[in-house]
């Protein structure tokens, strides 16, 4: 049936689904693929303490403002803006933040597809490299076989191939949609009901293996020790961006996901839970993957790209794996497969937020079905993938473009819409649903303040001080 009412856009079949789809949304490779790096080279621990600050002084309070906009108007980002107020310019925010969403998602599936290589890439290295095999074949065959293994390793291993990018990154993409056209409940929320509990007694269980290994301990200190000579303001705009970036935040995930929930829930209550979530899962990340690091140049692996250390994806994507394939035999294998599941399945719970937006989008103001909706924009988006798949070198462009600058950006406009057009009063009436006397709380006193004040001023600053 074409043509969609509000009654079929679906909605959350519980509170607890939210939080988790929406916890799945913030927690991605930005927790585990970029935060670990960005703390181990631009500071240590006193990046920490900066992104500590930005996501709960700034991401917070920008969260509940999302949130409140999407059970609002219960829209997409540029009806939602269309609903609330009369403005012309604010549903074209909504749509700078449904171009976000597809741009990022464009990249973001290319690494993703990566992190899954990865995890097959580990298999084929230990079917070419176990001794146990070895002896099973008792000599016969043994090396044409262990050569096409390590050939299927190879292969995986090459970030710069495009072809090989391009299937992944296809085959990432096609879990996505299917995973959409499920719908809300059925789709989204079942599925990262099932992942998030995964994803968290995964990374614990890897925690403790890396803590319990010597050579670990100098990255938990470089982790942990404060050296607040490190901070100044590329590393606050870095912390910033990344806070953006990891709490799905200025690009209306979370309008999206809000649009989806129920009145009787209360809102600032849920965002602190994603909030919370989102920062603990990168604080975990941090605590496994620094410490990795290290181990692995106490195994002798160069931990320094061209004298200063790696970048992101030559430490999740080079040196993790040779910090695997020198642990050597199962264990290794078996860490580096859960590693890069993890990886990936941190992403689809990504991906699946960043493509719902341009689909909800679709959806509620072209009046498209669900399925087909998830098909051609999904669809549409791979074709963007695929050219991303063959240069590699867009995604550098691509994050600062959409993710470091865009989404502060549309942080800040968004704060501008809920302090100066809709009125922050009125933001707390929709709040008053799910959190009875809600106008009685510190809350609503503190919260317009930052939504008004400190959150536009702190984005405004921060934005310029980069370009000057
Ligand atoms: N928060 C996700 C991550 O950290 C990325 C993302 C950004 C998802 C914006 C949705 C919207 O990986």
């Known amino acids: ?11 959350w079949n519980s509170k607890l689904g939210f939080v988790l789809a929406a916890a799945g949304s913030a927690v991605g490779l930005g927790n585990i693929w970029a935060f670990p790096t960005k703390v181990a080279t631009e500071g240590g621990a006193a990046y920490l303490l900066i992104y500590l600050l930005c996501t709960f002084a700034i991401g917070f309070p920008v969260m509940v403002a999302e949130i409140t906009i999407g059970r609002k108007s219960g829209k997409n980002p540029v009806g939602a803006f269309k609903a609330i107020s009369s403005s012309k310019f604010f549903p074209l925010v909504g749509l700078w933040g449904v171009i976000c969403g597809v741009m990022i998602l464009s990249f973001y599936t290319v690494v993703a597809g990566w992190a899954f290589g990865f995890a097959f890439e580990e298999i084929f290295y230990f079917l070419a490299s176990s001794e146990l095999l070895q002896n099973l074949f008792g000599g016969i065959g043994w090396e044409s076989y262990s050569a096409s293994m390590k050939g ?15 299937i992944i990154a296809t085959v990432f993409m096609l879990g ?30 890897m925690i403790i293996y890396v803590l319990l290994q010597p050579g670990s301990a100098e990255g938990v200190s470089i982790y942990l020790l404060p050296d607040f000579s490190k901070i100044n303001a590329g590393l606050i705009f870095s912390a910033m961006g990344q806070a953006f970036f990891s709490l799905s935040l200025g690009m209306g995930a979370l309008i999206t996901y809000g649009s989806y929930l129920n009145k009787k829930e209360n809102i600032p209550q849920a965002a602190a839970f994603v909030t919370l979530a989102d920062v603990g899962i990168a604080f975990l990340a941090g605590l496994l993957i620094v410490p990795a690091m290290y181990l692995a140049q106490s195994q002798g692996i160069n931990i320094n790209a061209g004298g200063s250390l790696a970048s992101s994806t030559d430490l ?35 991906t699946i937020s960043l493509l719902e937006v341009p689909v909800s989008y679709v959806i509620d103001e072209f009046e498209v079905q669900r399925k087909k909706a998830a098909w051609m ?38 704060c501008l819409f809920v302090g100066y057009v809709w009125k922050t009063d009125q933001a707390l009436n929709e709040m008053e649903y799910g959190f009875a006397g809600i106008k009685q709380t510190l809350f609503s ?8 004040y400190i959150c536009p001023a702190a984005i405004l600053y921060n934005l310029i001080s980069n370009f000057i």
């Open 377 to 414: 924009v999904g669809l549409g988006i791979l074709v963007v993938s695929i050219t991303v798949a063959f240069f590699p070198a867009l995604i550098g462009w691509f994050d600062y473009l959409f993710s470091t600058i865009g989404l502060p950006l549309g942080g800040f406009l968004i």
């Open 316 to 350: 999740v994507f080079q040196i993790l794996p040779a910090l695997f394939h020198t642990i050597g035999g199962s264990v290794g294998m078996l860490l580096g497969v859960t590693f890069f599941l993890l990886l990936s399945i941190a992403a689809l719970t990504s």
């Open 176 to 205: 996505t949609i299917k995973i959409i056209t499920a719908g809300v409940s059925d789709g989204i929320e079942r599925a990262t009901k099932a992942m998030m509990p995964l994803l968290i007694g995964i990374i614990v269980v």
């Open 445 to 452: 006193k503190v919260w317009p303040v930052f939504i008004k």
């Open 152 to 166: 299927a390793a190879d292969w995986l291993t090459d970030t710069g191939n495009g072809f090989k990018n391009a």
């Open 1 to 11: 049936m074409a043509g969609t009412t509000t009654t079929d856009r679906g909605s």
